[in-house]
């Protein structure tokens, strides 16, 4: 609980503690000690959200009132300056000026691909067409990420604004916001917003006695990670099944039923009101040469401090798990950091100190994506993170092309091979040129960036696929089939406990005599143990 305007941090508040919060700090001005914040590190209190290390460490600009907005109050949207840069744009800027102030901005798009914001406006403006359209992609489907769920249901009216902008600058008279269908809360405030916005006058016809006419509506996705991609999105949207097309029609030219067309991700949206009230200027001065202001990740995995977490662009990894992330649980060491969703890739704890920007990222092997970060300790096996993700991309792949169809089930059966013990040499060799031809022959963005978990896994950890293969060995001991449960004879006691408990009945032995495992019937479930009082069953 933060209590404003003082900022004051409690931790772990329960019900009971309520009346004695208002009472004390909210009507009065104490602080309650037992509830303040403990730093775990160095046992410090800290009274104040803002010097938290989690906190601290932030650059918080999209985020900047989301915990503070009263969603459902269009009112206190604008007591904070809400809509004053859809005023400023509207009546003192012309759409070209608007276009230009968001190129000098450098704003790129954060849902994955990154291409200039301006740019992609300018090239829609252009566009032939009587009708055009705005349109915010919150289909946010990458395993482990809430950024855009976030942002829509505890700021709305920011991501409105910053379409309205956007509509302004390309002249749209209709918008949508495709979300995800498992965001139900993100649908009702964004729809609660909308409902205010009209009532308000700045939605509809003749926006702020402008005579702009523009009206936005919600369209809930059906939970295909595909729909995500751009021109899979635009098909579901027209009532089609979502599947990609050719990019050889742009769809600033030919989008949504055939028209211009101009599609942003929530977070690109939520940046717009800040570049037009302070200046595409002041938004270049954040970040790095060519990845301007900041970027949210879903900071998860083997960290401390899991969340979101919005930081400067260049921001160095090191500083995002260990400074704000509160470092690896137990201790224990970091070995890899995955960005970029299921098609991003596996970045090395020796490229700790790289920078996190959209080129760095991909000379790394990886990709920005639209912002997850998934961090793996010592005990993680990356040839198991690399059939993971391509379970995934298997399951979701939308089937229209074979590359991504059958190319990507074929690397997944290749690695599934490996994890068992069956894998060989030319298995990795065949995983390799199945990466090069799906990348250059598959139809979409998510087909041709599949393979990247499992070239940089092979560019980074290439040691551990040759144990599993040559060794018929898994360094980590995740993967089951390559995993040998044995009992120390020392320190058996026969007691028997371990043998009345497992599932299989794998283990043998008469009472005060040494038991042993028979590693056939052995389904490696580790009950023997966790039941062991004395330590004797260990793994390999």
């Known amino acids: 609980m933060v209590v404003e305007p003082e900022n004051i941090f409690y931790a772990r508040v329960g019900l009971d503690r309520v009346p004695e919060i208002f009472e004390r700090s909210v009507l009065g001005d104490e602080v309650i000690e037992d509830l303040i914040y403990v730093n775990p590190e160095n ?12 906190f601290a460490g932030q650059e918080r600009l999209v985020f900047h009132d989301t915990s503070v907005n009263f969603v459902t109050d269009i009112e206190d949207y604008i007591s ?9 744009a509207l009546t003192t800027m012309s759409p070209e000026q608007v276009i230009d102030e968001v190129k000098v901005s450098g704003l790129r798009g954060r849902g994955g691909g990154g291409f200039p914001a301006g740019v992609k406006w300018e090239s829609c403006r252009r566009a032939k067409g009587d009708i055009k359209y705005v349109m915010c992609n919150a289909d946010e489907g990458d395993p482990g990420a809430y950024m855009d769920r976030s942002v829509m249901e505890g700021n709305p009216h920011q991501v409105i604004e910053g379409m309205i902008i956007a509509a302004h600058a390309i002249t749209a008279t209709e918008g949508y916001i495709y979300c995800r269908f498992e965001y139900p ?5 964004a729809g609660w917003a909308l409902e205010q916005a009209r009532a308000y006058g700045l939605l509809g016809e003749n926006i702020l006695g402008t005579g702009m006419n523009f009206d936005i509506f919600i ?10 991609e751009s021109t899979a999105l635009m098909a579901s949207l027209e009532g089609k099944l979502g599947e990609p097309r050719g990019k050889h029609i742009h769809t600033v030219e030919k989008g949504l039923w055939n028209r211009p067309s101009n599609l942003n991700n929530v977070e690109t949206y939520a940046n717009v009101p800040m570049i037009i009230n302070q200046g595409g200027r002041w938004y270049a001065s954040i970040g790095t040469e060519r990845s301007k202001g900041t970027k949210i990740f879903s900071l998860v995995g083997k960290i401390n401090n899991c969340g979101l977490v919005e930081v400067a662009m260049g921001t160095p990894i090191r500083k995002i798990i260990y400074d704000i992330g509160g470092g690896i649980p137990g201790g224990k060491a970091f070995k890899a950091v995955q960005t970029g969703g299921p098609s991003g890739g596996c970045i090395p704890d020796y490229l700790i100190d790289q920078p996190v920007d959209f080129e760095k990222l991909k000379e790394a092997g990886s990709m920005m994506g639209s912002g997850g970060m998934i961090v793996m300790d010592e005990e993680t096996c990356m040839v198991d993170v690399a059939k993971y993700f391509l379970n995934f991309l298997t399951e979701e792949s939308c089937g229209k092309c074979v590359p991504c169809r059958v190319g990507v089930k074929r690397m997944h059966e290749i690695v599934e091979g490996i994890c068992q013990g069956r894998g060989t040499m030319d298995d990795i060799a065949q995983l390799e040129e199945l990466c090069n031809t799906i990348m250059e022959a598959a139809l979409c963005g998510l087909g041709k960036s599949a393979p990247n978990p499992v070239l940089s896994t092979l560019q980074y950890f290439r040691h551990e696929y040759e144990a599993h293969v040559n060794d018929k060995r898994c360094p980590a001991k995740v993967c089951k089939p390559l995993i040998h449960f044995e009992i120390d004879t020392e320190k058996c006691t026969g007691c028997g406990v371990c043998r009345r408990k497992c599932p299989e009945i794998a283990i043998i032995g008469d009472k005060r005599e040494c038991h042993c495992i028979d590693d056939e019937l052995c389904v490696r479930c580790g009950i023997c143990i ?7 069953i260990f793994y390999e």
């Open 43 to 54: 046992g410090q209190k800290i009274v104040h959200e803002r010097e938290i290390p989690f």
């Open 80 to 88: 904070r300056g809400g809509y004053s840069a859809l005023g400023k």
């Open 185 to 189: 809360l993100a649908v009702k405030n």
């Open 219 to 228: 369209n809930r996705g059906a939970g295909a990670f595909i729909c995500g």
């Open 530 to 536: 966790e039941s062991c009082k004395f330590g004797a």
